[in-house]
């Protein structure tokens, strides 16, 4: 099993550019998580989606951020136009649910470093 | 409201014991989670404790009691290696959310 796979790892960009950040899942889970990291407010669950359809999206920051899951092997976050207050590391990440059970935790991918000048 | 607190940082010398707290209030809980972080690393899991009692996994061990809102992370035979942040977590009812603590900072000292 590869894991959680997102790209890029590294993102450089300028102000007012769109970018995108991918992921794939563990193949087999039935939710997906984007979750931003910063020093100052830590790990901030950005949305998630629960076999493919969004649940919860109260964490986007602005009308700026949009996430799509077409199918349940990949999913994108989308930031137009991007602003310097956007950088952070940004992490996707999967999970089993288990419904009322809860799941067994979550599986990160590595991240991507956005940087936007 | 949801909020989990935790200690920011932490100093321990190699080879010994330490606790990590973990108080927690939140609207839902399905279980609690610590997670292990390296510095540029993503979080991994180490633990999830849903029932009151001590888990124990190899060197660490993990401890909860929901009706005072507590958990810790216990880390025995301390290694260099164990310096990394330890991120406490509570998963909302329904395991469709997970919110995370602000992490305790582990700096292992020889």
């Known amino acids: 099993d590869a894991g959680v796979i997102q790209s890029p790892r590294h993102e450089v960009t300028e102000m007012g550019q769109e970018v995108t950040l991918r992921c794939k899942p563990i193949s087999g889970h039935n939710s997906l998580f984007w979750y931003r990291q910063t020093m100052m407010r830590g790990l901030e669950l950005l949305i998630y989606?629960?076999?493919?359809?969004?649940?919860?999206d109260s964490g986007m920051p602005e009308d700026r951020f949009s996430a799509k899951m077409p199918n349940a092997s990949f999913s994108t976050l989308k930031i137009q136009p991007s602003e310097p207050r956007d950088s952070a590391v940004y992490f996707c990440a999967s999970s089993h649910n288990r419904g009322n059970q809860g799941s067994y935790g979550y599986t990160f991918g590595s991240g991507t470093r956005l940087t936007v000048v | 409201g949801q909020n989990i607190d935790q200690p920011t940082e932490m100093t321990a010398t190699e080879g010994a014991i330490v606790q990590i707290n973990c108080t927690y209030q939140?609207?839902?809980?399905?279980?609690l989670f610590w997670y292990q972080q390296h510095a540029g690393e993503a979080p991994t899991f180490l633990s999830y404790?849903?029932?009151?009692g001590l888990e124990e996994k190899g060197r660490f061990s993990s401890f909860l009691s929901r009706s005072k809102g507590y958990s810790y992370l216990l880390l025995k035979e301390l290694q260099m290696k164990d310096s990394a942040s330890y991120l406490c977590a509570v998963e909302d009812t329904g395991g469709f959310k997970t919110i995370f603590g602000a992490g305790t900072r582990l700096f292992v000292k020889a």
């Open positions: 404790n849903v029932l009151d």
């Open positions: 939140t609207s839902g809980f399905n279980g």
């Open positions: 989606f629960n076999n493919n359809v969004p649940i919860d």
